[in-house]
């Protein structure tokens, strides 16, 4: 299905009159979810998805309480509509001379078209004397990841940096991966890796925000990076991130105003940024994640992003060349939303996020639930959804990532929704802190999968 790329009713009238944001026409939607907690004694959270050409579901949760016997990305595989199987832990046993490793520190999961299963994780290369640890950035490709007879020990585990490094992504394009992911060390520059054998070996590839002139180049020391996404209609890859006010805030503060999304049609090679979206400056668009997603139909792209009370919207039906007039998606009783990812798939894209009634993200007494807003008129409306049952945390959430005290950040950073091709319903894995505790009676996050019905 086509999704038209005109532009109407609130965000037609923005645009002529010059406007950055328009309010979309949110209204309640009627879809219900199935919800199944993947309980663990060790707890989860920061939850991935992805749903492969079959039906065949992905998910990892990150590790909770360390334990230093077994400490790493939890893996779970089975069809759409099922309460899928623990596999096991993607990152467990890895081996460098002179250095103990564990996982766990980021994850992403991606089923390709062929049927490959690949992963990325945020690895801690520690010393022996456990004084000094660096953090590198795993890749794993296991065949046959949507069969029946789905087996860790057939992975191939690579790393393919231990140069101190951040947050990696993981996307595919038939038997071509890419990995992106932060040098957080010396530059904070995203930098890409790329596989042509279906993960079997890496090599670098360029860097999306490096030689983008004015507009982006002070965005190194200055950006959040959201996913890297490779379209298999276009074959294009993208990258999104969120970037400061060149010259201004480049190492000076993390609230920044512009998403930009990054395209290479040359496997990773060069990279064109675009400025999808502009903010006065220092408000802070990075809550936590910018997210991308592309209509594997068309070629269609989708970005979402909050600015810590309400999540925008744009497409791009031209490869990112231009994008739409930003709309606002949220609407009560979603008043302040965070976290927002996307997912589109046959001209429908479902954005989802964390909400509350309340007015602000420090508030000690929201009740935060899950949200799934889904347009098919390319962000002119949208139906929203409550997705999880129960409120999944109540409280302050903070946005700020590693600088947030533990009480505030047991939901982490992000959660995904993912839609099953064959017949287009979503799925949706996310945090609930609500469900147990620790044995000292501190919250204990478990990651839930909820299912379209």
Same mark, same amino acid.
């Given at each position: 299905?086509?999704?038209?790329?005109?532009?109407?009713?609130s965000?037609?009238?923005a645009a002529?009159?010059?406007?950055?944001?328009a309010?979309?026409g949110?209204?309640?939607?009627?879809?219900?979810?199935?919800?199944?907690?993947?309980?663990?004694?060790?707890?989860r959270?920061?939850?991935?998805?992805?749903?492969?050409?079959?039906?065949?579901?992905?998910?990892?949760?990150?590790?909770w309480?360390?334990?230093?016997?077994?400490?790493g990305?939890?893996?779970?595989?089975?069809?759409?509509g099922?309460?899928?199987?623990?596999q096991?832990l993607?990152?467990?046993?890895? +081996?460098? &001379?002179?250095?103990? $490793?564990? @996982?766990? !520190?980021?994850a992403?999961? #991606?089923?390709?078209? %062929?049927?490959?299963?690949?992963?990325t994780?945020?690895?801690?290369?520690?010393?022996?004397?456990?004084?000094?640890?660096?953090?590198?950035?795993?890749?794993?490709?296991?065949?046959?990841?949507?069969?029946?007879n789905?087996?860790?020990n057939?992975?191939?585990?690579?790393?393919?940096?231990?140069?101190?490094?951040?947050?990696?992504?993981?996307?595919?394009?038939?038997?071509?991966?890419?990995?992106?992911?932060?040098?957080?060390?010396?530059?904070?520059?995203?930098?890409?890796?790329?596989?042509d054998?279906?993960?079997?070996?890496? +090599?670098? &590839?360029g860097?999306? $925000?490096? @030689?983008? !002139?004015?507009?982006t180049? #002070?965005?190194?020391? %200055?950006?959040?990076q959201?996913?890297?996404?490779?379209?298999?209609?276009?074959?294009?890859?993208?990258?999104?991130?969120?970037a400061g006010?060149?010259?201004?805030?480049?190492?000076?503060?993390?609230?920044?105003?512009?998403?930009?999304?990054?395209?290479?049609s040359d496997?990773g090679?060069?990279?064109?940024?675009?400025?999808?979206?502009?903010?006065?400056?220092?408000?802070?668009?990075?809550?936590?994640?910018?997210?991308?997603?592309?209509?594997?139909?068309?070629?269609?792209?989708?970005?979402?992003?909050?600015?810590?009370?309400?999540?925008?919207?744009?497409?791009?039906?031209?490869?990112?060349?231009?994008?739409?007039?930003?709309?606002?998606? %949220?609407?009560a009783?979603?008043?302040?939303?965070?976290?927002?990812?996307?997912?589109?798939?046959?001209?429908?894209?479902?954005?989802?996020?964390?909400?509350?009634?309340?007015a602000?993200?420090?508030?000690?007494?929201?009740?935060?639930?899950?949200y799934?807003?889904?347009?098919?008129?390319?962000?002119?409306?949208?139906?929203?959804?409550?997705?999880?049952?129960?409120?999944?945390?109540?409280?302050?959430?903070?946005?700020?990532?590693?600088?947030?005290?533990?009480?505030?950040?047991?939901?982490?950073?992000?959660?995904?929704?993912?839609?099953?091709?064959?017949?287009?319903?979503?799925?949706?894995i996310?945090?609930?802190?609500?469900?147990?505790?620790?044995s000292?009676?501190?919250?204990?996050?478990?990651?839930?999968?909820?299912?379209?019905?």
């Amino acid at each position: 299905m086509k999704v038209s790329t005109k532009i109407h009713g609130s965000v037609a009238l923005a645009a002529a009159l010059g406007l950055s944001t328009a309010i979309a026409g949110t209204a309640p939607g009627s879809l219900t979810f199935s919800s199944s907690p993947l309980l663990r004694s060790e707890g989860r959270s920061e939850p991935a998805i992805s749903i492969g050409a079959d039906g065949t579901m992905a998910v990892t949760g990150l590790q909770w309480l360390f334990d230093p016997a077994a400490f790493g990305t939890l893996l779970w595989t089975g069809p759409f509509g099922s309460v899928p199987t623990i596999q096991g832990l993607l990152d467990a046993n890895l +081996q460098k &001379a002179g250095k103990t $490793i564990f @996982g766990s !520190g980021d994850a992403d999961v #991606d089923l390709g078209a %062929n049927g490959t299963l690949h992963a990325t994780s945020l690895i801690f290369l520690i010393q022996p004397s456990f004084k000094n640890a660096q953090l590198g950035v795993l890749a794993v490709s296991c065949p046959k990841g949507t069969s029946g007879n789905f087996d860790l020990n057939r992975c191939t585990r690579t790393i393919i940096d231990t140069a101190d490094t951040d947050r990696p992504w993981i996307t595919s394009d038939g038997s071509r991966a890419y990995i992106s992911y932060h040098d957080s060390k010396n530059s904070s520059l995203i930098h890409v890796q790329r596989s042509d054998d279906d993960g079997q070996s890496w +090599q670098r &590839a360029g860097d999306p $925000i490096t @030689g983008q !002139g004015v507009a982006t180049g #002070d965005a190194t020391f %200055n950006n959040d990076q959201g996913p890297i996404v490779a379209d298999p209609f276009t074959h294009n890859v993208y990258a999104i991130y969120a970037a400061g006010e060149a010259g201004i805030q480049k190492a000076t503060s993390a609230t920044f105003n512009n998403i930009y999304v990054a395209r290479s049609s040359d496997q990773g090679k060069h990279w064109q940024s675009q400025l999808v979206y502009h903010a006065p400056l220092f408000t802070a668009l990075n809550n936590i994640f910018p997210a991308l997603a592309a209509d594997p139909a068309n070629g269609q792209l989708f970005a979402a992003w909050s600015d810590g009370r309400t999540v925008f919207f744009s497409t791009s039906g031209d490869q990112g060349a231009h994008w739409s007039v930003a709309v606002a998606v %949220n609407a009560a009783p979603a008043s302040t939303a965070i976290f927002p990812w996307v997912a589109a798939y046959g001209g429908t894209a479902d954005v989802v996020y964390y909400a509350t009634t309340g007015a602000s993200t420090d508030d000690p007494s929201a009740v935060w639930n899950v949200y799934l807003a889904q347009t098919s008129d390319g962000g002119a409306s949208f139906a929203q959804s409550r997705v999880s049952s129960t409120p999944n945390h109540v409280g302050v959430v903070c946005t700020e990532g590693a600088a947030c005290i533990s009480a505030e950040r047991t939901l982490l950073d992000l959660f995904e929704v993912s839609i099953n091709p064959r017949d287009g319903r979503a799925a949706i894995i996310y945090t609930d802190d609500t469900l147990t505790t620790t044995s000292s009676g501190d919250r204990l996050p478990q990651i839930v999968l909820s299912q379209q019905n």
